[in-house]
């Protein structure tokens, strides 16, 4: 009897109150997505910025005819790539006040994902990050979780079953897989639960409680390393349990996201995979009470045109995901010529997508440091915003917005020059003093006039110990490695 009134009462359970907390805070995600590449635009893919998107389409199409379309799907390819991009990002902003408002959700949505793919598709390298993809894929499925009414209050209805379920495969797959590889990569730290004493001076942008996190004792970081391993691994098999044990994963989830926020600036993922775990929680967990909406009325649950066309979404985003999700774990699905077929066909949309960050971890700080010489003998470093560089500045707190620069020089120093040549064009932008790209960097040195030269030195960056600090007020300390690029001149 009591399995049965507990089955009855899960069956009765309604997601307004979470649903509609997550559509704004997805609304929030993309106004400060679109905002934060509206300032760096210029810089990164502007007519004269570092890899134009004025270009880059042309070539690819030079490149793969017709087949460029479907590989780089944008609206850049209708309305071009010199001033579409900002008015793009500004018409990102402007849907997602719409969405948070409940102004047309389910359209806003639609037009949110098709113009932040297109920023994605035109950003290139600089928006090759696991979270861009989450929030297309989040938004894609949102599409099918919002009211489809041109006017609607956001938490006042219960989403259909079946796209709520997908949003908590969504969540389930994240964190799983973001597990699963750190153990099936081989990287010892991972094994021996050694990474976390690398990790908070190694990762791209630490805060500075990392600096402080760093130096907690061994056994401490063990530890930490060992719940992190469990939470990824363990707890997501707990969404599809009971009514409790999915409330205490969705809210573990989220004390993990808010701890990762405090010791790293990972843009805007914290914020949307917390909000992605509130959408778990159902309405009495809220102290909600009295009737909740229908998401379909009873006379359209079966054939109205949402309910079938979130079926057949549904249906086919499981099972593309869950044989990706296979493919990375088994070697016959990963040889099936079908599986890579399907694979390859999705993957331009970056909707339906494998995750998981960290799988190797990188046990030292290269770090790229760009000077400028008029003379070629003295060199005065230009500044990141946010990168180490100043010895005694102190890290800073910059999510849920990317500098973008800042994070692709972090994984250009980690690789061999000749596989990141667009650093050399970055030191040309700044040979002839091109102020879109300059307004990336915190300190130019040569405000007046640009240099004659340009060289990038990489060295190895470690955080100074508590006696270090205390006598010398530096956070960092480094050591030359090599000279990543010879210097370079107009000449």
């Known amino acids: ?92 902003v402007a849907l997602s006040a719409l969405l948070f408002c409940g102004i047309a959700p389910a359209l806003c949505l639609i037009l949110l994902w098709a113009l932040y793919l297109s920023l994605c598709c035109a950003g290139q390298i600089f928006y090759d990050f696991q979270w861009d993809a989450l929030l297309l894929e989040a938004t894609l499925i949102a599409v099918f979780l919002a009211p489809w009414r041109w006017r609607a209050r956001l938490d006042a209805s219960d989403p259909p079953p079946l796209a709520r379920w997908l949003i908590w495969w969504l969540l389930f797959r994240l964190m799983l897989l973001s597990g699963l590889v750190k153990l099936t990569s081989g990287d010892p730290t991972w094994r021996h639960l050694t990474a976390l004493t690398f990790h908070y001076e190694t990762q791209p942008l630490p805060t500075p409680v990392a600096w402080y996190a760093a130096h907690l004792p061994l056994g401490w970081q063990r530890l930490s390393c060992a719940l992190l391993l469990g939470i990824e691994i363990l707890v997501p098999w707990a969404l599809f349990a009971s009514r409790t044990w999915r409330h205490t994963a969705a809210l573990v989830f989220v004390g993990l996201q808010a701890l990762i926020a405090l010791t790293g600036n990972y843009t805007f993922f914290n914020l949307l995979t917390a909000a992605l775990s509130l959408a778990c929680l159902d309405d009495r967990w809220w102290g909600r009470r009295g009737p909740v909406e229908t998401a379909f ?195």
């Open 297 to 491: 009325p009873p006379a359209q649950e079966a054939l109205g045109l949402q309910a079938r066309l979130t079926r057949i979404f549904v249906y086919c985003a499981i099972f593309c995901t869950a044989l990706e999700a296979l493919a990375d774990f088994v070697p016959a699905v990963a040889r099936s010529s079908a599986v890579g077929f399907m694979a390859e066909s999705v993957a331009p949309f970056r909707s339906l997508n494998n995750y998981g960050l960290f799988a190797v971890m990188t046990t030292e700080r290269p770090q790229l440091v760009i000077e400028g010489s008029d003379d070629g003998r003295d060199w005065q470093e230009y500044e990141l915003p946010h990168q180490p560089g100043d010895l005694g500045r102190r890290p800073d707190f910059v999510a849920p917005g990317q500098p973008r620069l800042d994070w692709q020089l972090w994984f250009a120093a980690l690789a061999p020059p000749s596989q990141n040549p667009w650093v050399e064009t970055l030191g040309a932008n700044l040979l002839r003093g091109d102020p879109a790209v300059l307004a990336l960097f915190a300190r130019n040195p040569f405000p007046h006039r640009p240099p004659h030269f340009i060289r990038v030195v990489r060295y190895l960056y470690r955080f100074t110990d508590p006696a270090d600090r205390a006598r010398t007020g530096n956070w960092w300390r480094r050591t030359p490695q090599d000279l990543y690029l010879s210097p370079i001149s107009l000449r």
């Open 1 to 92: 009897m009591e399995r049965t009134d507990a089955g009855e009462a899960a069956a009765r359970a309604t997601y307004a109150r979470g649903t509609g907390l997550f559509l704004r805070a997805l609304a929030v995600v993309h106004a400060i997505a679109f905002a934060s590449f509206w300032t760096q635009s210029a810089g990164l893919v502007g007519p004269e910025g570092i890899l134009p998107a004025v270009r880059f389409f042309p070539l690819a199409h030079a490149q793969l005819g017709a087949a460029a379309y479907w590989e780089a799907p944008s609206l850049c390819w209708i309305f071009g790539a010199g001033t579409f991009l900002p008015v793009a990002c500004g018409a990102g």
